[in-house]
């Protein structure tokens, strides 16, 4: 797939969130989750792309839909542990998560899968296992 499929989230702050509308027109890497095991592997990539100067978003997905204020109890936890500063980088995805895992022929599992988009297109992806220097050679690859 060259495109991501039409997603719905809020941020950590509340902001309502599209994917692809909302996403800028520069490279951005989204970082997605699709259980609460795959946290330390989300962590793993956005160390690599903190260090890369590539910005990006965590997206905890479901992979079924969801009504977004069901999710108010677990975006609450997760403010707990997380700063401020970094609450609209985080977008939790509550409709299409089936679709992005269809799309991308992705497994939900404890391994983050991730995107490299500019202007909603996709430029660089990993969807199977956890992150190695390996998984990430193609991210540096892609010129930015």
Same mark, same amino acid.
């Given at each position: 797939?060259?495109?991501? %499929?039409? &997603?719905?989230?809020?941020? &950590?702050?509340? @902001? ?6 909302? &996403?800028? &027109? ?8 699709? $259980?609460?095991?795959? /946290?330390?592997?989300? @962590? ?7 260090? =890369? ?6 997206? %905890? ?7 977004? =204020? +069901?999710?108010? $109890? ?9 700063? %401020? ?6 977008? #939790? ?11 991308? #022929?992705? !497994? +939900? ?11 909603? !297109? ?15 050679? %193609?991210? /540096?690859?892609?010129?930015?």
């Amino acid at each position: 797939m060259d495109t991501i %499929p039409s &997603l719905l989230g809020t941020t &950590l702050s509340g @902001r309502a969130f599209r994917f692809p509308d909302d &996403l800028p &027109l520069t490279p951005i890497a989204l970082i997605f989750g699709f $259980d609460h095991e795959a /946290r330390h592997d989300v @962590r793993a990539w956005k160390n690599f792309f903190t260090v =890369q100067g590539i910005d990006f978003l965590s997206v %905890p997905t479901t992979p079924i839909y969801i009504p977004a =204020q +069901a999710l108010s $109890d677990t975006a609450n936890a997760m403010k707990a542990h997380v700063p %401020p500063v970094e609450w609209e980088s985080i977008v #939790q995805v509550h409709k299409g998560g089936a679709e992005l895992l269809a799309a991308f #022929q992705w !497994q +939900a599992d404890h391994c983050a899968k991730v995107l490299l988009v500019e202007g909603g !297109q996709v430029r660089a992806s990993h969807g199977s296992g956890r992150f190695t220097e390996a998984a990430a050679e %193609p991210f /540096r690859a892609v010129p930015i």
